[in-house]
């Protein structure tokens, strides 16, 4: 849910700050009671092991990536709506103060 809520924030973010996202989102999360945490099995021992923020980091940008174009998709189609209405608004002011 966390990541969901972050992706347009992520999209529309400039390339430098994408990763300034990510790394919020992972210290939210990193902050949580109980904590979240990133774990990756170990090979070795076959423990849990904490990936750490620089990795926990680009899997978080990877995460916000997935599904980027049918978000920008729907963004763009919001967009073109938005200023559809904005435009019938002002052709709807226009013929009310052109008819007075």
């Not at 021992?45 to 990936?51: E, L, P």
């Not at 189609?77 to 013929?95: C, G, L, R, S, V």
Request: aromatic share 4%; charged share 35%.
């Amino acid at each position: 849910i966390l990541v969901h809520q972050h992706k347009d924030q992520y999209l529309n973010a400039k390339k430098k700050e994408k990763p300034e996202v990510a790394a919020s989102l992972v210290n939210k999360i990193r902050t949580l009671n109980p904590p979240g945490r990133f774990l990756k099995k170990s090979r070795s021992t076959g423990n849990w092991v904490d990936i750490g923020d620089s990795k926990a980091i680009e899997k978080t940008c990877q995460a916000l990536r997935e599904g980027a174009p049918q978000r920008r998709k729907v963004q763009l189609e919001e967009q073109n709506y938005h200023e559809e209405m904005k435009d019938n608004q002002d052709e709807t002011a226009q013929i009310i103060v052109g008819s007075k």
